[in-house]
C-alpha cells in the first residue's frame, strides 16, 4: 500500500514539483490525508508525517538539504518522522532534556523520545528537537536535527499499545549518537521557532486525519443501523 501511495505521487503533497512533488496547497494536503485516513489513521500517518517533514525543511532547512533529501522523500526511499516527546515532557515541549553536544562536524546525541509513530520506517529521518546549549533555560538552546534511525547509537523499541499497530510506535534511545552538522535544521539554538512553525501544520494535518477516520466509523454505523432490527423494528428509527 505504502508503494502505491508513493507510484501515484501522495506522499508528499505539498512538495514544489522542482524537487519532484506535485506542489498541493496546505488544504489539498489536508484533504488527501483526510481521505486516507478513512481506511485507517495509520494507513495516512506515512503522508501525514512526510509532509510536515517536507514543509519543515521547505520553511528553515539548507538548500543542499532540501536537494539531498526532498526528492528521496518523493520517491519514497526517505521518511520522516518527529523525534518531540520525552518520558518527562511531552505536552511541555520546553522541558526537552535530550541534549546534543558539538563535537568538531558532529554532534553527540544523548537522551531518549518515546511515543514515535513510524519511527522504525525504512529511511527514516527523525526530526529531533534537542538542547544543543546545556545552560539554557527552556525554549532556548533548542536545535532539530534530522537523525537517520539506522545511525550508531539509536536504538528503538516498539511499545505495546491498544492501537496503533500498522505504522508502529517507539520508544527511541540516543546513546552517543554521532549526527554531522550539515543535519542541523536551521541555526543552533532556533529549534523553538522550526517546532512552532511544524507543530501548527502537523496539528491541522492530525486532525484532518482523525477527521477521516470518524467520518468513515460514522457512515459505517449508520449503514449497519439501516439494515440492523431489534424487537420487530430498524434500530436506526
Known amino acids: 500500500l505504502y508503494d502505491a501511495v508513493v507510484e501515484r505521487g501522495w506522499m508528499t503533497p505539498p512538495l514544489p514539483a522542482a524537487y519532484g512533488g506535485p506542489g498541493r496547497s496546505h488544504a489539498e ?9 478513512r481506511y485507517g489513521y495509520d494507513f495516512a500517518m506515512p503522508v501525514l508525517l512526510s509532509a510536515t517533514g517536507t514543509l519543515t525543511l521547505l520553511d528553515h532547512g539548507s538548500e543542499a538539504q532540501r536537494e539531498r533529501l526532498l526528492p528521496a522523500v518523493a520517491d519514497g526511499e526517505v521518511r520522516f518522522s518527529i523525534g518531540l516527546t520525552e518520558p518527562e515532557s511531552g505536552s511541555d515541549a520546553a522541558g526537552i532534556t535530550t541534549s546534543a553536544r558539538r563535537e568538531d562536524d558532529d554532534y553527540v546525541v544523548e537522551g531518549a523520545k518515546t511515543y514515535q509513530s513510524g519511527a522504525l520506517a525504512p529511511g527514516n ?14 525554549k532556548a538552546g533548542l536545535s532539530c536535527l534530522l537523525i537517520p534511525v539506522a545511525a550508531d547509537g539509536v536504538t528503538a523499541e516498539k511499545m505495546d499499545l491498544v492501537a496503533r499497530k500498522a ?8 546513546d552517543g549518537a554521532r549526527v554531522p552538522v ?8 532556533e529549534g523553538w521557532s522550526v517546532l512552532s512553525d511544524h507543530l501548527r501544520t502537523e496539528h491541522t494535518y ?25 424487537f420487530g423494528r430498524g434500530v436506526s428509527v
Open 167 to 174: 505504522a508502529g510506535t517507539y520508544d527511541l534511545t540516543f
Open 182 to 189: 550539515t543535519n542541523r535544521v536551521g541555526a543552533e539554538g
Open 29 to 37: 494536503t489536508a484533504v488527501a490525508i483526510e481521505e486516507l485516513a
Open 206 to 230: 492530525m486532525a484532518a486525519a482523525m477527521a477521516g477516520t470518524a467520518r468513515e466509523a460514522v457512515d459505517r454505523g449508520l449503514a449497519v443501523a439501516g439494515e440492523r432490527e431489534r
Open 125 to 138: 529521518h527523525v526530526a529531533a528537537y534537542v538542547r544543543t546549549d546545556p545552560e539554557s533555560e527552556r
